[in-house]
């Protein structure tokens, strides 16, 4: 025990002096040492097992062996750069071609979302003319400079807003200024977007591309209501923009009712151009934009030429055709609806229970659990998020904490996670949940007690007010 621990202490103080403090770690106060993979799990190098619900990236499970089979098969053969012939590239392509609507028939192969993103808004500018870009508060779309510039979840903290940047309300019913009892929430936040448009125009600005999560993820796992992307587009559309949904985080059958994400805005919504990366590779580098004929053509008449040394290799598309496999021969889309009800409904009996759950929201296996100070403010509840995390670590359980106040619980695991996951998992958050309640209701009764001795019954000094009504830390 006590050498696997020293092997850690060495892993973690190398990896201090060779890295960056800025790349950091999951649980930095005592990070966990992966050394293994496993379907929906992940492994210590002591041998504990901890149920994964934070990798979206390993989509079908960690070292799947079909994925891994695949790729390794091909890479005793050939890869090399697309420039050659090749049937893996056009093969793959063909099938992601049959999960889309047919007016997004024209592929691009890159090696990461980042790259993704940064193309679409290549393509998006060039085929409008334009320069401008709208964007969702609290918005991430890569760690390119040309993608910190439209993600107001990074930019705030670097140079600021760009001029040619703009941002519009998150479409959050929950804790945004539409929320569930406005009788049409989807058209008053797309109207907001119409609202920043026309001050962007006012001032001499021209729209190239609005940009969207298909499900916003680091803005808190917000579901946008339905109609909400229709109506947007419209404006988009009408200021001579293009909309761009990005489905690096949740495409690929992980809403389970849809293989994309941005179809759960009806049938008849089709975005203009489709950024897809993470769960693409299963943990490979594999990423991909997805356009039409109109926009590809604008790009192919500059003449300049599109290449990328390791997109759309043998061994990415052998691996993109291996994750498609799987995803129909195990079911997984119609897994993620099962379990993805299964878990949420756990969750809505956790919030009854629970004061400190304000909301339970999300479609498949893309789950927030928004934690509240207080259920009328809906004042975020941070730090007894942070504190949850970390005890559910404590019991082999790994989730994260996301959203601008950083307390929703996010659940996107690997689409593999059973129902005896879900009922594990919720059955530690239930207790977790249950002993900081017992805390705080402890904390509370010897706060009074002290009160009572320091002011007999009847006192009304400070002291007294100030305990009955402040709340426990």
Known sequence: MATDQRAKADTLSLRQRLLSSSCRLFFPEDPVKIVRGQGQYLYDEQGGEYIDCINNVAHVGHCHPLVVQ????????????????????????????????????????????????????????????????????????????????????????????????HVAPLP????????????????????????????????????????VESLPSVGGQIIPPAGYFSQVAEHIHRAGGVFVADEIQVGFGRVGKHFWAFQLQGEDFVPDIVTMGKSIGNGHPIACVATTQAVSRAFEATG????????????????????????????????????????????????????????????????????????ATRMPATQEADYVVTRLKENYILLSADGPGRNILKFKPPMCFSLDNAQLVVTK????????????????TLRLQRCSVKHPPGSTGPGCRAAAGSRPS
């Open 70 to 165: 695949a790729a390794h098969e091909q890479n005793q053969v050939l890869n090399t750069n697309s420039r050659y012939l090749h049937d893996n590239i056009v093969d793959y392509a063909q099938r992601l071609s049959e999960t889309l609507p047919e007016k997004l028939c024209v592929f691009y192969f890159l090696n990461s979302g980042s790259e993704a993103n940064d193309l679409a808004l290549r393509l998006a500018r060039q085929y409008t003319g334009h320069q401008d870009v709208v964007v969702l508060d609290h918005a991430y779309h890569g760690h390119l400079s040309s993608l910190i510039d439209i993600s107001p979840y990074k930019f705030r903290y670097l140079d600021g807003q760009k001029e040619w940047v």
């Open 172 to 211: 959050d019913t929950y804790r945004g200024p539409y929320r569930e009892d406005h009788p049409n929430p989807a058209v008053a936040y797309a109207n907001e977007v119409k609202r920043v448009v026309s001050n962007a125009q006012e001032k001499g600005r021209k729209i190239a591309a609005f940009f």
């Open 304 to 375: 300049v030429e599109y290449f990328n040394t390791f997109g759309g290799s043998p061994v990415s598309c052998a691996v993109g055709l291996a994750v498609l496999d799987v995803l129909e021969k195990e079911r997984l889309q119609a897994h993620a609806t099962c379990v993805g009800s299964f878990l949420m409904e756990l969750l809505r009996q956790q919030k009854a229970k629970h004061p400190i759950i304000g909301d339970v929201r999300g479609v498949g296996l893309f789950i927030g659990v928004d934690l509240v100070q207080d259920e």
């Open 429 to 444: 958050l239930d207790a977790i949940l249950t002993d900081m309640e017992e805390k705080v209701r402890s904390c509370e």
